[in-house]
């Protein structure tokens, strides 16, 4: 079926990704995966081609153009390239909202020219080793101190970004006995004392990326670097989460959907028992049947995008995208493995990669169960 919710305008957007990626990004990434880390140079080289800040205000250095569909774009380009090491979508759908919701004036002009050149490279920190899914849990605090700042203390994990961010949003507790009304959210920047990066961790996929611990030992965070209101980080961080998931969504089916399109070149060109392995029935009917299933993904994800883009996607069905897109994605990747065979446990193989690379998003940004919390909820169960 055609895609329909896209213009002319989105399309050149999209060529413009994809030569981005074919130019600075893939001839590269085997090494950077080996570097378990990508070079500051392509943050940089992405906000020269303007694909940082997209809808941050043009006097910042951004695009000034609010429309999601031109991250959906992007986000599906670099999860087709299988680009696992650009953390840019954290920095873009997340990091990006956090920022553009909360920041005051002075905010915005210290932080926005250098978040869209590709200069200031930024991290949410919102999980700690002994609480993620439970985010009420956390532990992390922030002391107000005389002067109006205040001292962080806490420890925080698998923060995507850690080793590069130059800017960190730490959510942590200023008030302990407010529950959910005592969490708020300070900017941590690079070279304030105290705030160290722990072990670049050692992934089973996603090699390229800097998921990092990160430490926090008497942290003095100036008033100015308070984000939002004192007490509002929980609001804040569930008004954000949607757009998150709904972003994780997004690209889990242009993972899956490259997967399903490599395969099935692949089945056609290998042979077995004198004949392609697709011509076998059984393999005919994977691939049916996957077709079948990213097709109806695609329709409700296409619906879900255009709704996002005009403002009317709900929490929960924020939370549908991502939870189905991440399974199906995991599922087709599964089966794709299969069909390729010995090849398809070679990481030189996209297939491979695409396979281990995955694994992970239906457990960031809320797992599968959470996301099934969430719409149980607006079951009103
Ligand atoms: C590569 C990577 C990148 C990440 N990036 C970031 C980042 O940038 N910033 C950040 O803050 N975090 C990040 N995370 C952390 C991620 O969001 C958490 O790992 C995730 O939310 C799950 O939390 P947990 O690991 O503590 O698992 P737990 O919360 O301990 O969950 C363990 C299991 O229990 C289940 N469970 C928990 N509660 C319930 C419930 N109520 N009902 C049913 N089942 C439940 C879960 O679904 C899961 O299956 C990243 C993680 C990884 C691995």
């Known amino acids: 079926m055609q895609r329909d919710i896209f213009t002319a305008e989105h399309d050149a957007f999209r060529e413009l990704v994809r030569e981005f990626l074919a130019r600075e990004v893939t001839p590269f990434h085997a090494q950077w995966e080996r570097d378990k880390v990508v070079p500051r140079s392509v943050w940089q080289q992405a906000g020269r081609t303007g694909l ?13 153009n609010a429309d999601y569909r031109y991250y959906a774009v992007m986000d599906e380009e670099v999860g087709r390239a299988g680009a696992t ?7 873009n759908d997340m ?19 250098g978040y869209c050149s590709g200069d200031l490279i930024t991290a949410i920190a919102m999980t700690e080793p002994g609480a993620g899914s439970d985010l009420q849990g956390i532990r992390a605090t922030a002391v107000r101190q005389p002067d109006g700042g205040y001292r962080l203390n806490g420890q925080k994990t698998f923060i995507t970004n850690g080793q ?32 160290e990066r722990g072990r670049n961790l050692d992934k089973i996929g996603m090699h390229a990326q800097d998921t990092s611990e990160l430490f926090f030992t008497d942290v003095r965070v100036p008033a100015a670097n308070l984000l939002g209101e004192e007490g509002g980080g929980f609001v804040a961080l569930m008004q ?52 079948t299933e990213l097709a109806v ?9 255009a709704a996002h883009a005009a403002d009317q996607l709900t929490t929960q069905e924020a939370s549908m995208v991502k ?17 390729f065979g010995g090849y398809g446990y070679m990481r030189e193989y996209p297939v491979a990669r695409a396979w281990a ?18 719409i149980a909820r607006g079951l009103g169960l």
């Open 95 to 113: 990091i990006g909202q956090y920022l553009l919701r909360l920041c005051t004036p002075e905010q915005k002009e210290r932080w926005f020219p």
């Open 357 to 374: 690379d995955s694994r992970i998003q239906s457990i960031f940004g809320g797992t599968t169960e959470i996301q099934k919390e969430i």
């Open 85 to 91: 090491g650009l953390g840019f979508f954290v920095h």
């Open 164 to 195: 590069l961010a130059d800017l960190v949003i730490v959510v942590a507790r200023t008030d302990p006995d407010a529950g959910h009304r005592g969490i708020s959210l300070l900017a941590v920047e690079r070279g304030m004392p105290g705030f």
């Open 240 to 291: 954000n989460l949607p757009r998150e998931r709904v972003t994780i969504g997004v690209y889990a089916l242009a993972v899956a959907e490259q997967a399903h399109a490599d395969t099935l070149a692949y089945v056609k060109e290998r042979t077995a028992f004198g004949q392609p392995i697709g011509s076998f029935q059984h393999s005919k009917f994977l691939l049916a049947e996957m077709a």
């Open 323 to 339: 939870w189905w897109n991440t399974e199906l994605c995991n599922r087709v990747t599964d089966r794709c493995v299969q069909l």
């Open 52 to 64: 940082l800040g997209i809808d941050v205000d043009e006097k910042y250095g951004g695009g000034g």
């Open 297 to 305: 993904a695609r329709a409700f994800t296409d619906k879900a995008i």
